[in-house]
């Protein structure tokens, strides 16, 4: 069962990835049965650790975005920050949504909390008795 399915020390990690297609990536003989489980998954084609970019990384990294540019256009290609596993010698990924959760926080709070701080009453306030007013 080893062979089957392994896993990476769990690290983010910078990847290119798409969908993965029988079409454009294949089977195996006697991978028929997992078909529809591979069509579920996002196969990372190409990925990157803090440790790669620093070194040798990005030149492949450019190579490899000038090269999937020129692949057919009906391929949709992502590139984000992604959990990898891997299933049947395949590399897998989950897309981690850390980022774009941090955004939504951040934009919550500059768009509600922010105004108070700005309104002149409040900084009127702020000037006379040094702190501003107690939020109700």
């Not at 768009?111 to 900084?123: A, H, S, V």
């Amino acid at each position: 069962m080893e062979d089957l399915s392994e896993t990476y020390p769990p690290q983010l990690t910078i990847a290119i990835y798409e969908k993965w297609s029988k079409k454009s990536h294949g089977i195996k003989q006697g991978e028929e049965d997992y078909i529809n489980y591979f069509n579920t998954k996002n196969l990372a084609l190409c990925s990157f650790n803090k440790e790669d970019l620093i070194y040798d990384g990005t030149i492949d990294c450019i190579d490899f975005i000038h090269y999937v540019r020129g692949l057919e256009p009906e391929r949709t290609f992502e590139i984000n920050t992604i959990i990898m596993y891997r299933y049947k010698n395949r590399d897998f990924c989950f897309k981690h949504n850390g980022v774009e959760k941090f955004q939504k926080l951040w934009r919550k709070f500059h768009y509600q909390t922010m105004p108070r701080y700005k309104n002149i009453r409040n900084l009127q306030y702020r000037s006379i008795y040094g702190k501003f007013k107690k939020q109700i």
